[in-house]
């Protein structure tokens, strides 16, 4: 149990376009999920948390308008990259946490953005 | 948050135990320790997490100090599936759902 899913797992798209990435729990509802970035060699660095049926919570130093965060459904938060560059390619990765307990956060495989 | 400090890296052998240190001098009352990792190329996943008594579970085991100022991971066996970045992270337990604070954590090479 406890499934996280990302789609896609690769993405190349070309400087100044926009980039979709869905996070979805398959088998639990999570009323909070994750959004994470990780640079190669790095730690992961928390982006924003997103919150079901609310705005999302942006860390500091992240871009509301640029990295777009929704979270429609209880199974469901998706991340748009707007107008990606290639400083923007890096390793994205959800997390997401039961709603009853919130003690363990369940991790995705991650979505690999590499912009031209 | 409370802040961890682990090793950068360390190096065992196939087979062999492993102890993964973490210490956290600053930890309050309320905070749970948890262990992640995360293989090549992969989201992190969840190892194990405690309070104050050790704790053990299919993947490894936790032993806590009595001050619970540092903590210990153990691998009891090790496979080379093993070899991953280890995250010792604080969360506190009376917060709900609360993001995780990532330091560098320990990169565990396993040798053959």
């Known amino acids: 149990g406890a499934v996280v899913s990302q789609h896609p797992s690769r993405v190349i798209c070309k400087s100044g376009t926009s980039v979709k990435i869905e996070c979805r729990s398959l088998?639990?509802?999570?009323?909070?999920m994750f959004w994470y970035r990780q640079f190669p060699k790095k730690s992961l660095m928390l982006m924003a948390t997103?919150?079901?049926?609310?705005?999302?919570?942006?860390e500091q130093g992240v871009e509301k308008d640029k990295f777009l965060i929704n979270h429609a459904s209880l199974t469901l938060s998706t991340l748009t990259v707007t107008s990606a560059h290639p400083e923007d390619s890096s390793f994205y990765i959800c997390?997401?946490?039961?709603?009853?307990?919130?003690?363990?956060?369940?991790f995705g495989p991650g979505t690999r953005l590499t912009v031209l | 948050d409370a802040k961890t400090t682990q090793p950068n890296s360390m190096e065992s052998n196939e087979e062999e135990p492993v102890h993964l240190p973490c210490n956290h001098s600053?930890?309050?009352?309320?905070?749970?320790i948890h262990w992640y990792r995360q293989l090549p190329s992969q989201g992190p996943e969840y190892v194990i997490h405690?309070?104050?008594s050790n704790v053990n579970n299919r993947m490894a085991s936790l032993a806590i100090a009595e001050d619970r100022k540092s903590s210990t991971l153990i691998l009891h066996r090790a496979t080379l599936r093993d070899a991953a970045v280890y995250y010792c992270?604080?969360?506190?337990?009376?917060?709900?759902?609360?993001?995780?604070?990532f330091g560098q954590g320990t990169r565990l090479t396993i040798n053959p």
């Open positions: 992270i604080l969360k506190n337990g009376f917060q709900g759902a609360q993001k995780l604070v």
């Open positions: 997390s997401a946490v039961p709603g009853t307990t919130g003690d363990t956060q369940y």
């Open positions: 997103s919150n079901e049926g609310s705005k999302a919570t942006y």
């Open positions: 405690g309070l104050t």
């Open positions: 088998d639990f509802q999570a009323t909070t």
């Open positions: 600053t930890i309050s009352g309320t905070d749970y």
